[in-house]
């Protein structure tokens, strides 16, 4: 006699190899995504005007299509004109160029929300444009980003599922793949929305966590 | 007496920083035209006018945080490398032009200080990180500094933490410890409470004993300016109104509306 039980310990396995495959692609994704946030931000407040201009073309393209029709386009379309990358490839270079273009703007917005005065006082002290960013404007910035790229995180998460489509066996994919040979559709599924959920809500703590360590309150010491 | 870099002419007494022909205007309005001044090494220049004098502009030109539309600045008998582009003044040589710049330091109104360093680390960022001092050593010096105005004891505060008249002095020994040969004050006092006002001048007092270095004062506190300046400029939109010997200024303002405004001021 098959229990619930039973045959959540037999989809178990499958289950864990998806979720692993999940939680790869997220944190293999993620740190790309910063990256071309971090630098399509900065190249939008450039004063070289060819540079800021290639960042809102980029930002508005990756923002301005779906990421399903992307991947799509990345996976059937590249091969065609002799651009020929793996699924997993294919995968994280365009969560990440999606999420870094979303993220850019984040960038963006944290850069422009440091007080205009704390850049005149650090070129007063003439310090070079570089140190500036580096010493001023990117560790005042950092901890105001962190909410943000977090919620960014939980998205990404997500949006992952959507690599199932183009043959990675992520959590999605395993799960499908469960649900039509064993039946079990609702099990499934159910048990599919919760590991989603664990993943999604454990990256929410350790975003907490890192708020709490380099948050805005902390690094700005607004209390004693 | 630090050495006096060369001039082609040798003509003394040195100029500290000469402005010659300066023009600048913001979106159509123009602040300063034709403008132009000298000021020899260690002389305390006090700045003074209303709001929209052009006064602060001066400030900012001298310090990099604006450039000029037109003219020339000298400091210490070096021209500052502008080049024309497109109608405007850019810098030519962005290195060179900081490299020139580095016997400036700058005290702003809102103080300016890191907020995400300490006391300490606001003096010593540019020590370590733009003379390249050795770290230790620019502790050192910025603790000595910070207890020569009584802040010693709270170093490794943050900004927040700090009440308006203390971080106003943490951001002089800021300035100081890059050892400039001309400091600038932006209204340092005008964004305190009355209370703090006295420990900030009281540090200034002290600062203007030293008769190697320059400063220029832009002031609405009119008994400071009258006890530590030696020459006051009086500008009214963009333009020089009365150029005197403090003790002149004050005495006996030969201007009217010299006159009018000091005894707005007053």
């Known amino acids: ?224 | 007496m630090p050495a006096a870099p060369e001039t082609a002419h040798h003509t003394p007494p040195l100029n500290a920083l000469r402005l010659s022909g300066i023009g600048k205007s913001f979106g159509g309005a123009t602040i300063l035209s034709g403008f132009s001044l000298d000021v020899p090494e260690g002389q305390r220049l006090a700045l003074i006018g209303g709001s929209g004098s052009g006064k602060t502009t001066v400030l900012r030109l001298i310090a990099g945080l604006e450039r000029p539309d037109a003219g020339d600045i000298e400091l210490f008998g070096r021209r500052l490398p502008y080049r024309r582009f497109a109608g405007r003044l850019i810098p030519d040589d962005p290195p060179e032009m900081r490299e020139l710049r580095r016997p400036i330091g700058m005290v702003f109104q809102h103080f300016n200080l890191f907020l995400h360093l300490t006391a300490l680390e606001n003096v010593t960022e540019a020590p370590i990180h733009v003379l390249g001092q050795p770290p230790a050593e620019a502790r050192r010096e910025a603790l000595a500094l910070l207890d020569s105005v009584g802040l010693a004891d709270l170093a490794d505060r943050y900004p927040r933490q700090l009440s308006g008249g203390q971080q106003q002095r943490v951001a002089i020994v800021r300035a100081l410890a890059l050892r400039p040969r001309v400091l600038l004050f932006d209204e340092v006092t005008a964004s305190l409470d009355p209370e703090k006002v006295a420990e900030v001048l009281a540090v200034m007092r002290t600062l203007a004993t030293d008769e190697r270095v320059t400063m220029i004062i832009v002031t609405h506190e009119m008994g400071f300016a009258r006890e530590v300046a030696d020459r006051v400029v009086f500008m009214q939109r963009g333009v020089i109104v009365e150029d005197a010997p403090a003790i002149d200024f004050f005495t006996a303002p030969r201007d009217p509306r010299s006159r009018a405004f000091l005894n707005l001021a007053s």
């Not at chain 1, 946030?37 to 073309?57: C, D, F, K, M």
């Not at chain 1, 779906?66 to 270079?93: C, D, H, K, N, R």
């Not at chain 1, 489509?165 to 799960?175: A, C, N, Q, W």
Request: no cysteine.
């Open chain 1, 1 to 224: 006699m098959e229990t619930l039980l039973t045959t959540v310990i037999a989809l178990a396995p499958r289950l864990v190899d998806g979720a692993m495959t999940t939680v790869a692609i997220t944190l293999l994704t993620a740190p790309f995504a910063a990256l071309f946030a971090l630098i399509a931000g900065l190249a939008r407040l450039s004063h070289v005007r060819t540079i800021a201009v290639a960042a809102v073309v980029y930002v508005e393209l990756f923002r301005g299509t779906s990421l399903l029709v992307q991947l799509f386009f990345m996976f059937y379309v590249l091969p065609l004109i002799g651009i020929e990358l793996s699924p997993w490839t294919t995968g994280v270079a365009t969560l990440a160029l999606n999420f870094g273009a979303y993220g850019s703007e984040i960038v963006r917005g944290a850069l422009l929300a440091v007080p205009r005065g704390q850049i005149e006082a650090a070129l007063a002290l003439h310090m070079p444009p570089n140190r500036v960013l580096r010493r001023v404007l990117l560790p005042q910035a950092l901890p105001a980003m962190l909410p943000p790229f977090g919620n960014q995180l939980i998205e990404l998460v997500k949006a992952t599922s959507l690599l199932s489509l183009i043959t990675i066996s992520d959590l999605t994919f395993v799960g499908n793949a469960l649900a039509q040979t064993t039946g079990r559709v609702t099990t499934v599924y159910i048990l599919l929305l919760a590991v989603y959920f664990g993943i999604a809500y454990t990256l929410t703590l350790a975003m907490r966590a890192l708020e709490r360590r380099y948050g805005v309150a902390r690094t700005m010491a607004a209390a004693r």
